[in-house]
């Protein structure tokens, strides 16, 4: 143990406790800004100055460890002063046009200077003034960009994507991508972790709210939109709902007031993905001799977009299915126009993800098979909703819940779990016993694949045959695992991977809580709407038995494949 004097108080801390950590054993709070525990832990911001005696130097404190005897003043003259004076030099290079940016009321630079008592920007302005590309899902604005680096880290360090470095020198330093000129080109997975973890408006993902806005004002135009299902865990927070009052009945009468036609349900394809992929891998199954394993899960573009630039080799075991966001807009411009009696043409379809990857997904090649443009036009994220409901002074904590649209509106509990980091495979595993055995497993007979950890495996016994299975969540993990496969170190059969840390609950289009990863508790509002469920299997959704039998015949039936199944070649 180590003893330290902080701000007159005496106390005991570990060995290597850093100076911030001891400070809040003893109820000090130290302000930081760059700072992201066991992530970003560089000091580079040098708002967490402390005077330590005896030293001429200020120390930063989230990485300078304690030493004994140690005297330190958090907010002695000169501590202070640095403190403020250092905030003020970021400011300096920091565009502030706060009223107008897409963080404003929830930025970390705005906090501190507000916290700090800092009213004036003194020193002369220099920023980069430019942006990346408008057109891309995720944009970069280089004038609000304060060299933090939690970007470069997560990216690095959680994702294993390493798409940002530090670039110039003097004055014109910046962080922009590595290697390459183009965002476009950096092989970025659009996971959107560095926003969420941005802690001003450097980045942000492309507004497409007012595309929506232009279909809802076409009177040609039927408007519906899907919800996924990691939605209902999260909307509700940039109104202050708790999980409970943000039923996604409450979002739907909210979205009907936007202007919406017609609400419908992830969920519901989420069902149909697991129709078609839990066939799939029953027909690999068969063929096991023959067939390369593990399967993977395809729903996650992200983690598409991740495979197939890092490692091309097991592109080929990607299942073939769409996600169930591409499988409901290609169901909604067929099936559901044919159910209207309208042209698919008029149907205008939205999509609301916790994810930026899938505004680059709709626009896919291949993702257009029902004939009538884009099966999916426009997809939102979480925040975006929360903009564009807000822009309308739509109160939705005052509004009563309503219903979703029928036929697209059901989901069984298991399409619900699948917003959470290994609830594909377990809803996918739900459905494979059934179509194996004709018998309904227990519902919870494998829920051993649930929790946050990054990498889970399980054994499972089916009608005889032992599936071993792997769920990873963060990009990270993918990689690791992919790597371990690759050596030969790991055998799997069937593998989930999504490429938010805890899965889309954690995705990067959620609403941001500066470093507070907020997966483990949106998680629990999944498994309890599952838990609250009847329906609680895929194959017995009467929407997708309806489906298949008024429309598509069988799961991957020639029109399944056609409208339902992709390659990866786009
Ligand atoms: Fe997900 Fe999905 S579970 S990727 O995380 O599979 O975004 O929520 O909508 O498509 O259903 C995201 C969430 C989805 C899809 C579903 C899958
Ligand atoms: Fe890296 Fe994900 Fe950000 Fe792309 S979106 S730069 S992969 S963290």
Redesign the pocket.
Known sequence: MVNVVIDGKHIQVQERTTILDAAKAAGIRIPTLCFLAGVNEIGACRVCVVEVEGYERLFTACNNPVEEGMVIRTNSKKAREARRANVRMILSEHDNHCPTCVRSGNCELQRIANELNIHDTPFEKHYVNRRTSPDFP?IRDFSLCIKCMR?VQ??DKI?H?N??DVVNTGAKTTVDVARVYRLEDAD???????ITHCPVGALHERDDTQKVLDAIDDPEKIVLVQIAPAIRTAWGEEFGMKPGEATVTRLAAALRLVGFDYVFDTNFSADLTIMEEGSEFVERLKHRDHEKFPMFTSCCPGWIRFVKSHWPQFVGQLSSAKSPQQMFGAVAKSWYAQTLGVDPSRIFSVSIMPC?AKKAECALPGMDGAGAGQDVDVALTTREVSRLIRSLQIQPQDLEDEELDMPLGVGSGAGAIFGATGGVMEAALRSAFFLVTGKNPEPDAFKSVRGMDGWKEATFDIAGTALKVAVVNGLGNADKLLAALDRGDVRYDFVEVMACPGGCVGG?GQPIHDRVEMAPQRAPTLYDIDRGMELRFSHENPSILACYKQFLGAPLSEKAHHLLHTTYHG
């Open positions: 995720l970007c997560v990216c994702q994507a798409v940002w970025c997975a659009l996971c959107g972790q560095c930026l990067g």
